[in-house]
């Protein structure tokens, strides 16, 4: 796995990595090559960050992390290492008792494994909340819900009630009403863990469409490595008892992946191999 980050709107790449394209009629190929340009400044800065509950043992222990304008991490380990907890850190759904976290003005919009839709709303309505919590006027509030729900394939079910959904589509509801916040960055914990294999490749195909589309920062939470290996251009392993970055992954190439890519395959087992030993250790 190559060590090569490119997001739809990481900006400031090497001139080399340029694709002539881009470079304009005027640049000149004899010139000295300019200097590579600043990274950008993350849009997740997660440093030096420890947390615990109450009085009780540490859950993280100096975390520090730098996401992308644009990228997508997934974050894996095994259950209760702590995952959840640095999720709802960057959410600003808690304080880290060490450390700090630095978010974009306009803050995260977050989805869950439970939808946590309004049961007595349909799935247009539910999306039309998150309008009108953001000020949207009614009417193009209406038009705006109609187009997210395109967006995660739901036209038809828009006077639905999340009890006439499936969890898969109870999921596109809830991932239309987050986008509907239009926030720069995407936070999910396991948001796909309770779906059927099948609807939940098919609700990554949609997650990676809409994220090429937008050009959100995507941080996804996940016990399932199979699913940060198809869905990642960053995957971050987590140790346990305390949580530390372990060790990290990075994929150059993401487009066009399947769950059965071969690649995914491989890197799949190259993870789990990591948290094999990490579990191990633990136990040990
Ligand atoms: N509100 C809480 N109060 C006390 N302990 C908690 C609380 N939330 C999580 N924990 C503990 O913190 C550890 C990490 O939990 P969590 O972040 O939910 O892990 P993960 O999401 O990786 O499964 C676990 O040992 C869990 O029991
Ligand atoms: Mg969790």
Known sequence: MTASTSSPRATGAAVSGVPATRLGPSFDLTAPPAPAAPAPAPAVRVANVSQRYGRGPLVLDDISLDIAPGEFVCLV????????????LIAGLDRPAAGTITTPGAGAAVMFQE?????????????ELALKLRGVPRRPRATRARELLDVVALTDAAHKRPHELSGGMRQRVALARALAQERPVLLMDEPFAALDAITRDLLHEELERVWRATGCTVVFVTHNVREAA???QRVVMLSSRPGRVAREWRIAKTEGRRIESPEVAALSVEITRHLREEIGRNAA
């Not at 380990?77 to 709802?88: D, H, I, V």
């Not at 939808?115 to 799935?123: D, H």
């Open 77 to 88: 380990g095994a259950s209760g290492c702590g995952k959840s907890t640095l999720l709802n």
């Open 115 to 127: 939808s946590a839709l309004m049961p007595w709303l349909t799935a247009q309505r539910n999306v």
């Open 230 to 232: 198809r869905l990642g």
